[in-house]
């Protein structure tokens, strides 16, 4: 397997895995750093 193909795969496990993060951390995102509340609607919402 190649590197990219590879990255393509991690990457959407990430984004898989930031997803369920942000259905869960909605209700309390308030309590969420800036920056992981971003990180994490970015690959939401990608």
């Known amino acids: 397997m190649d590197n990219k193909a590879h990255r393509k795969i991690s990457l959407r496990l ?6 369920n993060i942000c259905i869960d951390t ?3 995102s308030q309590r969420l750093s800036r920056h992981f509340t971003t990180s994490c609607y ?3 919402y990608k």
């Open 14 to 19: 990430l984004r898989k895995q930031y997803q």
């Open 26 to 28: 909605k209700r309390i």
């Open 42 to 44: 970015r690959y939401c």
